[in-house]
């Protein structure tokens, strides 16, 4: 126990060392690096996918399923994919030192300017690019890295990181921006996340357990999301076609992620017209609903009362008839996760009317929910995507993981 | 204890139900109410000036210090300063449904609207004012507001708070939205703190173990500031009439506050030069030192290692003589409260530099420090300073107590 807090300090201490002088790093530099850290990996493809081989084998023997094991694996075009990503990443912008704000209250000149959040934490599962992934962004945003990766993929994320530090060295950036915690204990997330002090922030992502074992123990700020209970409302005013169109794309395009549609709202007067729209455009959804659903599709199977707050991540689809906005507002707001909320409508009132009342990070309007997404978005790849308030909502992309701090220029300026 | 629990649940309960009608409110309603909070102030100057001296003969009886006694005593000038600070906010920017950033990645047009972030609870000491200040920025910023002062000025705030709920009624908004904590029990913070999914924010203002003690209990998210162990480094090349005129000013202008300085950090080459200087430009200060500081100056007393990362709110200067600017940043950096820190000098480079490597959340250049302030810094009445990283820092105005979400306005956007 202490002597895996010992580690997990020394680690942290590392990083927060490192995180000063990534403050002052030049875009250029930061670019280098990350492409440095592209031509390691291409350098070393056979290592990788030797260590990958281990982690899949080992998989396997521990009887992980066919999905967990695809997630795991590392084939020649998802290493491709990898050294793509960190080429778009330096691509992109440097976020630090931007001006976000201007004043001139006085005489003297008052800046608001981004700057690096410092060493930020990303506990994860699975699958291996997040390890290239994660650090990447918070390089080319000035922050430090402390990456603990899930057990079943170790042997891949260190050669990973092997090639990461690696190419930092060659570049002359401190190796030690990106640290990997390689003891597989849970209790060691405990430890990471209580380093107030060393550590900024904490970036949890997987099941629901693993992140609200991460919140209940943090004493150092934690950005997020449980899971992602999604809604569409149709009004009706709606163009139906159009909604289910949306609502389909919403709820099959890739239904096992936190932005595919979990809950549909029909205004009453449309219902009759666009349930049987839906049971037709999406054959293979098991649709759940309440008394009016059933007495308009017949067979369908009433939803429990806890349903309505369960994230199903599969073909399933709850669905309620509402009698107003109003109903399908607060509806959202009682059961709802504030993560991706949307609305089809043709009316400009109600639009205006939903985007202001439902407090989502993301809010749709005659779109798609599963269109929630870093790289969609164009913030480049994303860290996680967040439901909280303070002070990322939505996908977090370079921007995201940044603060700012003011910089007031005077020529001698006193207070009187 | 639970009883005490109910309570503050009740209060936070209808505050996050008023919160929701205060999402979609226009500015002219939230100017109005504002406008008939400070006529309602006016109205009651009388029951104010009356509970006030309750609160203020209790105090005495108490042993309050004089200093408390005046802080808590509401003059009608004070009353006055109440109202003016009132209609100021009423004539600033509501910074609610701000678009922060517009986005056109595909078909569809994403837009980052500025959000309230919900309900705010705010726990602070003595002065009364704060009472109706952080109400009505809490109010112009679209957010619940739940207040817990200290309870010797509880006779006060209630009379404040009640023209406050009155006049929000008058126009049309819920009393609810403001409410304000009688019990005065400690624990019913601890409580307060605990309030995960009805509260969004706490923001704690006063002696730092009032803050550690928020801080520590805390499951809702804290935004906040310790101390300010502030900084001003003059280098070889500064000014140094202009900077004694500016360390004076930092130093004396207000000694009791957190952005008053603390410690000066002197470049080894003008230390002889300026050193005399400042000793003669604040003769009532007193001023400690390391050894080559007691050598400039002798009979300064030396600085204990401890006194370096003290805030002494009085007149009191700690000196040190340094051999570079990263010298001087890596003794702020390992001293500091990352606050308010400063250079003075007339090399932009070195000013670059400085700006870039020292982490704190205002730095000012050739300035006063105490020039850190909502106020002036033109953001309207502050809420607080904050010093930490996630998502304000500095000064906290209005667009300090908001979030963002995003908007995605499609027509008919899916997924491919």
């Known amino acids: 126990m202490s002597d895996l807090n010992d580690y997990i300090v020394t680690l942290a201490k590392a990083a927060k ?5 990534l403050r002052t790093l030049s875009a250029d530099t930061k670019n280098a690096a990350l492409q440095a850290i ?14 990958n081989a281990k982690d899949v084998e ?6 992980l399923s066919s999905a967990m094991v695809d997630r795991l694996t590392l084939t020649d075009k ?16 440097d976020p630090v030192g931007e001006i976000i704000g201007v004043r001139r209250p006085a005489g003297f000149v008052l800046e608001k300017v981004r700057t690096p959040i410092g060493v930020i934490a990303m506990i994860y599962e699975s699958r291996p690019n997040v390890t290239v992934d994660a650090a990447a962004l918070c390089l080319k945003s000035g922050n430090a890295a402390i990456l603990r990766g899930g057990s079943e993929a170790l042997e891949s994320s260190k050669v990973l990181v092997e090639c990461i530090r690696e190419a930092l060295s060659r570049v002359g950036v401190d190796g030690n921006a990106v640290q990997y915690v390689e003891r597989t204990e849970h209790e060691a997330i405990d430890h990471l996340v209580q380093q107030t002090g060393l550590i900024d922030l904490v970036v949890p992502r997987g099941r629901e357990a693993l992140i609200r074992r991460v919140t209940e123990n943090a004493t150092v700020p934690v950005i997020k999301h449980y899971k992602g209970v999604c809604h569409i409302y149709v009004d009706e005013t709606a163009d139906l076609s159009m909604a289910a169109e949306v609502v389909t794309n919403s709820k099959v395009q890739r239904p096992g992620t936190c932005n595919a549609l979990e809950k549909l709202l029909v205004e009453e007067s449309v219902a009759e017209r666009f349930l049987p729209m839906v049971r037709q455009t999406m054959p293979n959804v098991e649709l759940r609903g309440d008394e009016r659903v059933r007495s308009i599709l ?12 369960e994230e199903y991540l599969d073909l399933i689809l709850t669905v309620k008839v509402v009698k107003s906005l109003e109903e399908a507002a607060a509806h959202i707001e009682k059961y709802g996760s504030s993560h991706t909320d949307g609305i089809c409508s043709s009316d400009a009132r109600h639009i205006e009317q939903f985007v202001s009342l439902v407090d989502s990070a993301v809010v749709t309007v005659n779109a798609s929910t599963r269109l929630n997404d870093g790289g969609i978005f164009g913030l480049g790849a994303e860290l996680g995507i967040s439901t909280d308030k303070l002070h990322a909502r939505g996908p977090m992309g370079l921007k995201e993981l940044t603060t700012y701090k003011w910089v007031l220029r005077g020529n001698g300026d006193i207070r009187k």
């Open 17 to 21: 060392k490192a995180s000063v002088g």
């Open 38 to 51: 592209a031509g390691s990996i291409e350098a070393r493809r056979a290592d990788i996918r030797a260590g």
């Open 58 to 63: 080992r998989g396997k023997k521990a009887g």
């Open 298 to 309: 017949p067979g369908t199977k009433l939803a429990t009362e806890e349903e309505w707050y």
């Open 78 to 93: 998802r290493i491709d994919e990898i050294i793509t990503s960190l080429r778009e990443i330096a691509g992109l912008e």
